[in-house]
């Protein structure tokens, strides 16, 4: 399975691999492996993700049948499993994404082990998580807080977005139309830390960057991204980097530290006057003491736009 990958990306339980098939499929970025892993046979099989990225755990625990929405089987499967799961993370990736939905089985009880154990080995793990929207009913949302407590000790950062955001801004939207917008927002962190660490324009955002900013924070974090155009772009940008899904529920004690990605067409870069607006509206913002690592890139899809991304790390609750 490994190539020259650097970043695994891996989806547990049913709904988290339906948004790990959406990004295989709509993936254009280098240096990402795959892995789906499920308690549920038919769930997994049904995938468009190739069979040997492709892991089922606890059969003696399930039989393939998945974990009935029980955290105590998903977490009881991980165990189980647990070495066939080390045998493909222990591939010297350098950061372990991992997608799950808080309120099931499989997801709930699976990802914390799964995300102790790539921290053990030495990756940096990033925990993307959704939880149950009110539609979802009081048992989900209680089985969801139970299990992203766990994911604050396994995980390096923590993000976390509710069904309820998606549920209200596409309030007449149809089933399948809520799950496409959910993938997309599973998706957006990934392809921003991806980005931020495969540009190669000066100043770069390098791993020991990444690093510095999330690891050891070990409380909820968030990354957020907006994008701007005209005259009035880094205005735009900014305001629409404040109104992440993984930033607009959150309340903010206090913001540590930002790692901020700023992307630009290479015929109409970002200026360094810009550069300080952005800058001095972020401490503006989330306060003097915060400490910003910064880093540019060209995007070849750019005119005259301009995109800002954002990972902040603090005390976020």
């Known amino acids: 399975?490994?190539?020259?990958?650097?970043?695994?990306?891996?989806?547990?339980?049913?709904?988290?691999?339906?948004?790990?098939?959406?990004?295989?499929?709509?993936?254009?970025?280098?240096?990402?492996?795959?892995?789906?892993?499920?308690?549920?046979?038919?769930?997994?099989?049904?995938?468009?993700?190739?069979?040997?990225?492709?892991?089922?755990?606890?059969?003696?625990?399930?039989?393939?049948?998945?974990?009935?929405?029980?955290?105590v089987?998903?977490?009881?499967?991980?165990?189980?499993?647990?070495?066939?799961?080390k045998e493909i993370v222990s591939k010297d990736y350098q950061i372990v994404f991992i997608l799950a939905g808080m309120g099931g089985g499989t997801g709930t009880g699976s990802a914390p082990v799964i995300a102790r154990l790539c921290r053990d080995i030495g990756c940096v793990v990033v925990t993307i998580v959704s939880i149950p929207g009110v539609f979802e009913g009081d048992l989900r949302k209680v089985i969801s807080r139970n299990g992203i407590d766990p994911m604050y000790k396994s995980s390096d950062m923590v993000l976390m977005f509710s069904n309820d955001r998606i549920a209200s801004s596409h309030y007449d939207a149809s089933i399948s139309e809520v799950f496409k917008f959910s993938d997309l927002i599973f998706k957006m962190p990934v392809d921003i830390i991806i980005r931020m660490l495969s540009s190669k324009e000066y100043p770069i955002i390098d791993f020991d960057d990444l690093k510095a900013v999330i690891q050891e924070v070990n409380v909820l974090s968030s990354v957020t991204s907006g994008i701007g155009d005209g005259e009035d772009r880094i205005t735009e940008a900014l305001h629409r980097l404040y109104g992440s899904p993984y930033l607009v529920d959150v309340e903010?004690?206090?913001?540590?530290?930002?790692?901020?990605?700023?992307?630009?067409?290479?015929?109409?870069?970002?200026?360094?006057s810009e550069i300080g607006i952005i800058i001095d509206n972020l401490q503006e913002k989330y306060g003097e003491k915060t400490v910003i690592v910064w880093g540019c890139g060209i995007n070849t899809n750019f005119n005259t736009e301009i995109s800002l991304s954002a990972v902040l790390a603090g005390e976020l609750f």
């Open 252 to 272: 903010i004690k206090a913001v540590n530290n930002i790692l901020l990605f700023i992307e630009s067409g290479s015929e109409n870069q970002v200026r360094m």
């Open 73 to 85: 089987v998903g977490r009881e499967a991980a165990i189980e499993s647990i070495s066939a799961i």
């Open 1 to 71: 399975m490994r190539t020259n990958s650097f970043a695994l990306i891996i989806g547990v339980g049913d709904g988290a691999c339906g948004a790990l098939n959406h990004i295989y499929l709509t993936n254009t970025l280098d240096g990402l492996d795959f892995l789906a892993i499920n308690t549920d046979k038919q769930a997994l099989f049904s995938l468009d993700i190739p069979i040997e990225r492709q892991l089922l755990i606890g059969m003696n625990v399930t039989n393939g049948l998945g974990s009935g929405s029980n955290p």
